[in-house]
């Protein structure tokens, strides 16, 4: 089918912590990929992206990259920050109509 | 500024109740789409529409309605054929209808069914 897997969570880790929050997909061809991320009472954020294989997305120090042989696009952060605590959403496209099909979110919980 | 506004932000409703939630947008994006969040499920797609006066369901169309009568607004209705009502939604629009661009999120309606 057409879907895309996240880790489960609640992830909880300690401020510099390093990150990794694995999201797989299954497709027919090549998706764009998406990481969005949501903060406590709001909407969703694009967080980066990658429309190709081979492809790296980074932002905030975030990254991503689009692994066509394993069908992955794994989140990674060297040192994570209190800030960083929200939900995480990895997506994919759907055909041409701009829609996404997401993944069921990681919780990040950033201590001090 | 640009962006996406819903509202309310939160709305209570009985049961056997119709509901209204709006979407505007000033972005001048062509598509809007209508997502449902539950926890532990993700965001579900409940309408989308490409352009002005045509839409598609989505995964979870039942009970809910859609109209697109302008390029920026995008009312969902919850019909009380929806037997599950109570969850978060979110709106979105993009000026990239193919897929490869970027959906900008309004910061979403939480529904309560009492």
């Known amino acids: 089918g057409n879907s895309v897997t996240q880790m489960e969570g609640p992830v909880t880790l300690s401020e510099e912590a390093f990150l990794t929050i694995n999201c797989t997909y299954t497709a027919t061809g090549y998706p764009s990929l998406f990481w969005y991320v949501q903060y406590p009472g709001e909407g969703l954020q694009l967080l980066l992206k990658?429309?190709?294989?081979?492809d790296k997305g980074s932002n905030k120090g975030f990254e991503a990259t689009y692994r066509k042989e394993t069908t992955s696009f794994h989140l990674e952060k060297g040192s994570v920050q209190v800030s960083d605590s929200a939900v995480y959403f990895c997506a994919r496209n759907s055909g041409n109509t701009g829609k996404l099909i997401f993944g069921q979110g990681t919780t990040l919980q950033v201590k001090p | 500024d640009g962006g996406i506004t819903q509202s309310p932000k939160y709305l209570f409703r009985k049961e056997g109740q119709n509901v209204t939630l709006s979407c505007e947008q000033n972005?001048?994006?062509?598509?809007m789409y209508w997502y449902r969040q539950d926890p532990g499920q993700g965001l579900r797609l409940i309408y989308y529409s490409q352009i002005v006066n045509d839409f598609q369901k989505g995964d979870i169309a039942e009970g809910y309605s859609v109209s697109r009568e302008k390029k920026e607004s995008f009312p969902l209705t919850v019909t009380s054929a929806q037997k599950n009502p109570t969850a978060f939604y979110l709106c979105?629009?993009?000026?990239?209808?193919?897929?490869?661009?970027?959906?900008?999120f309004g910061e979403g309606s939480r529904l309560t069914v009492l």
């Open positions: 972005l001048n994006h062509d598509a």
């Open positions: 990658a429309t190709k294989a081979d």
């Open positions: 979105a629009s993009t000026a990239d209808r193919e897929g490869t661009g970027e959906l900008f």
